[in-house]
């Protein structure tokens, strides 16, 4: 699917859905500038968009095609023998969290940025670029005067919906430690591989977040003549607030792994409650088992008994009497 929009220098719509003839008459047009979004386009598409019309280089439509697993910025410079304008590409990536699924899905975005054009190029549905369509065939104006502005407002856009799944994020990471602090846990393996699986999550989510740090840090510097001056504390700010949501996800990971450090210690204590109870029972059997034992391997119950009929209640008594004393120990040591 392609969608296009023309924009005056003021912002506001002057045509939308061209025809792709014209599109070559309108990017000479010094008082307008073209967005021109594609999703999941056809190979004809891609072709006639991408190389007949802007005639971009090879190595940028390459990479449009083909999942870009770093973000990156390249900045193309027409040598002799080239057709195509200056231009800035751009990769990102957008970001979904399902707490059911739980796990981070992405979705690559593309831009071209030129002098007076700005073209999109992503295979899944975006939210930012579906706002941001939406707006231009309702409002029929754009805030956004020239693509490096349109540029700017999409990318804060994609990272504004970094929030609602770091918040996500941070719920599931809250209700483990909930779950983590209970003193019973019926299936303490499940649990354990929620903790490590949320944590390779917030892994993941820090190697998407960092590569991006890097490209808006290099598109809030100055050096590119496509990004005027005046917008540089913009990208700025769109850098700062991914250099935010990147500490958040830092503490999740120190949170995670001390839930992991506080989940083997209770397992580690349940542990040891049950080799004392253990001990505790084997010490107290002891005695009975040794004189019962002994006298058990050498002496019936009538053999002892015929000396002194008393002799066998001796017996048990003499159990229950150093059990006791061995009980009464423990307890006073405070041992359990």
């Known amino acids: 699917m392609i969608r296009s929009y023309a ?3 003021q912002g506001r719509l002057h045509s939308s859905d061209l025809e792709p003839f014209l599109m070559p008459t309108l990017l000479s047009d010094t008082n307008l500038f073209l967005w021109v979004d594609m999703e999941n386009p056809t190979p004809n598409e891609i072709k006639w968009v991408l190389e007949e019309i802007f005639h971009f280089h090879p190595l940028s439509i390459e990479d449009c095609i083909q999942d870009s697993p770093n973000p990156k910025l390249e900045e193309y410079t027409p040598k002799q023998g080239d057709t195509f304008n ?3 590409f751009v990769v990102l990536h957008a970001v979904d969290y399902s707490r059911q699924d739980g796990v981070f899905d992405t979705t690559e975005m593309n831009f071209f940025i030129g002098k007076n054009f700005i073209v999109t190029f992503h295979y899944g549905p975006l939210k930012a670029i579906d706002y941001m ?8 104006a754009l ?10 407002v999409l990318m804060d856009a994609i990272v504004d919906h970094y929030t609602p799944a ?4 941070g719920q599931e990471v809250a ?5 983590v602090l209970q003193e019973q846990h019926e299936e303490e393996s499940e649990l354990l591989n929620e903790v490590v699986n949320v944590r390779k999550e917030v892994y993941h989510l820090r190697q998407i977040i960092m590569p991006q740090k890097e490209v808006l840090s290099r598109l809030s510097r100055p050096g590119y003549k496509l990004i005027r001056p005046n917008l ?3 990208y700025r700010d769109v850098y700062d607030r991914l250099l935010y949501l990147n500490d958040i996800a830092t503490g999740y990971t120190d949170s995670l792994t001390n839930i992991l450090k506080v989940y083997l210690y209770l397992c580690n204590n349940r542990t040891e409650e049950i080799i004392k109870t253990l001990a505790l029972f084997t010490i107290l059997t002891t005695p009975t088992l040794a004189i019962g034992g002994w006298y058990g391997m050498n002496l019936t ?4 008994a015929e000396g002194n009929p008393w002799s066998p209640f001796w017996v048990v008594g003499l159990n229950v009497v150093i059990t006791t004393i061995i009980f009464i120990y423990i307890r006073k040591k405070k041992w359990f």
Not at 143 to 152: F, I
């Open 7 to 9: 924009f005056t220098t």
């Open 86 to 88: 200056p231009y800035l």
């Open 133 to 140: 369509a939406d707006r231009c065939e309702k409002a029929r």
């Open 143 to 152: 805030t956004a005067r020239t693509p490096d502005h349109l540029a700017h």
């Open 166 to 169: 770091v918040e996500e994020m």
């Open 175 to 179: 209700m483990l430690e909930n779950r």
């Open 232 to 234: 540089l504390p913009y």
């Open 301 to 304: 119950f009538w053999e002892i």
